[in-house]
């Protein structure tokens, strides 16, 4: 899963909740986003640790 998509997926739900405001947000919709938050925020970690790791073996291995 791309992050780029992730992170265009999340501005656009929370566009919608703040458009629909007047229909109320379900506690569904909510954890929906906050699990997609999750998800982005690990995708995240993983992308930085691989390119740590990148950078450590570049070091070691030099």
């Known amino acids: 899963m791309d992050i780029q998509t ?4 999340i501005r ?3 566009e ?3 458009t629909a405001r007047d229909t109320g947000a379900t ?4 954890a929906v986003l906050a699990g ?6 690990g995708l995240l970690v993983v ?3 691989a390119k ?3 950078k450590i073996g570049i070091i070691n291995g030099g």
């Open 6 to 9: 992730v992170t265009a997926w």
């Open 12 to 14: 656009a739900r929370a």
């Open 16 to 18: 919608l909740l703040r």
């Open 27 to 30: 506690s569904t919709e909510l």
């Open 36 to 41: 997609a938050l999750l998800v982005g925020a």
């Open 47 to 49: 992308a930085i640790r």
């Open 52 to 54: 740590l790791m990148e």
